[in-house]
């Protein structure tokens, strides 16, 4: 008898100023369909329908449309940058598709075709403020690539600072893919922040990365345990090309691979036979993984690859991935999600720095995409409310409300 084969697009740059990121992304989901293919369990077999758009906003939307029309694809995982994912929405609005998108955002979107399966702003830089600011004080210096993902988190962190008496000194953009960043160091050389927040992306963060280490050796206060550098989207995937320039760097995610979890070590370990043992597993391979096996299990669960009936099946209960349980909000179509934080830390035995996690936040945490659902003054709905703890003694767009 024959297998019913399903194609699905895979729309990721691993060409262009980050590729990094992009090979990681494309990756993680090749080795899922390959998994779901090969796992015998399912009355389908998925078929890639790849496409590598180089990191061009432009390329998107052509690319997303051929697989569609000439394809045949339903679904499509991939798109990174917000730039590229708001290509595609008019093609999934015509061609009636859903896309998966895997990455951390700037949230302040809901869209009926589109599965968001990375953090949004209540699960990535409110946590991330929460845990920075009480240790090292309110005083930030702003960066980001120029497109909305830099000035969204940008213009959240400019609400946060204000609503925690913290102030911007500084709050600059430069092109993605620029690496001219001597401006920047100076700047922050002279208005010396109590930290900054890093929204490059690829070679740009590289660049400034590297510069920032090189100023924290002419001058200790611009080290990591002064002003550390914080990120919502730096992650393994990347270390190997940064090495040193590192170290120290603070990141929120909802998946490190130092996760202390049987279902992680399991993956990993799974993972170790497919993978170079060498290089760490990120979100950024996670993600899209992730995102496959959801789209696989909805489409055996309602016997339909219809994106309709897909999503109507993938928000009505919790589907089980290979690391993890995972839901999605009915309302908003985004994942429920457990905040980390972790520190970027090099060790004797390795020879690429790695995350270690320091702090896991309550969770999954509810999708609150447009920060609208938060505790009042004085009161908290998680367990225990009503014990003080740093919870209770932030501003209220500062707490967390878990799910």
């Known amino acids: 008898m024959s297998v019913r084969t399903i194609p699905v697009g895979v729309l990721f740059s691993q060409s262009g100023s980050y590729s990094e990121i992009g090979r990681e992304a494309y990756w993680g989901a090749r080795l899922a369909i390959d998994e779901v293919n090969a796992s015998g369990r399912f009355g389908f077999t998925l078929e890639r329908v790849e496409s590598d758009p ?28 917000s730039s590229s994912r708001k290509e595609v929405l008019p093609v999934l609005e015509r061609g009636r598709g859903l896309l998966w998108y895997a990455t951390p955002y700037e949230g302040f979107e809901s869209h009926d075709r589109v599965v968001y399966t990375g953090a949004c702003p209540n699960q990535g830089v409110v946590p991330l403020f929460r845990h920075v600011v009480p240790k090292f ?44 960043i001597a401006h920047l160091i100076s700047e922050i050389r002279e208005k010396k922040p109590d930290f900054i927040l890093n929204n490059l992306i690829g070679v740009s963060s590289y660049a400034f990365l590297r510069a920032m280490k090189d100023l924290a050796r002419e001058d200790a206060s611009f080290g ?83 994106p309709s009936e897909v999503l109507e099946q993938i928000c009505s209960r919790p589907h089980q991935t290979p690391i993890r349980q995972i839901r999605i909000d009915r309302s908003t179509h985004h994942a429920h999600l457990q905040p980390l934080i972790a520190r ?20 999954p945490l509810a999708p609150d995409p447009y920060l609208v659902d938060y505790a009042p003054l004085g009161t908290d709905t998680r367990p225990n409310a009503g014990r003080e703890d740093s919870n209770d003694r932030l501003p209220p767009l500062l707490r967390l409300v878990s799910s």
């Open 54 to 81: 180089a990191g061009l906003a432009e390329n998107y939307a052509c690319q997303a449309d051929r697989m569609m029309r000439q394809e045949g694809c339903q679904h499509i995982v991939g798109t990174q940058t």
């Open 137 to 180: 004080g309110g005083n930030a210096f702003l960066l980001g690539s120029n497109y909305i993902w830099g000035w969204e988190t940008n213009r959240i962190a400019r609400e946060l600072l204000a609503d925690c008496g913290g102030h911007v000194l500084g709050e600059r953009y430069i092109a993605i893919g620029d690496e001219n």
């Open 224 to 306: 990591p345990g002064r002003c550390p550098i914080l990120s919502c989207n730096l992650t393994e995937a990347e270390l190997p090309v940064l090495g040193a320039a590192a170290e120290g760097l603070i990141s929120t995610s909802t998946y490190f691979e130092t996760l202390e979890t049987a279902e992680n070590r399991a993956f990993l370990m799974q993972m170790r036979g497919l993978r170079d043992p060498d290089r760490a597993i990120s979100s950024m391979f996670v993600g899209p993984y992730e995102a496959v096996w959801l789209l696989a299990r909805a489409i055996e669960a309602c016997g339909s690859a219809d």
């Open 344 to 363: 970027v830390e090099t060790s004797p035995d390795a020879t690429t720095p790695r995350f270690r996690i320091t702090e896991t936040l309550p969770g």
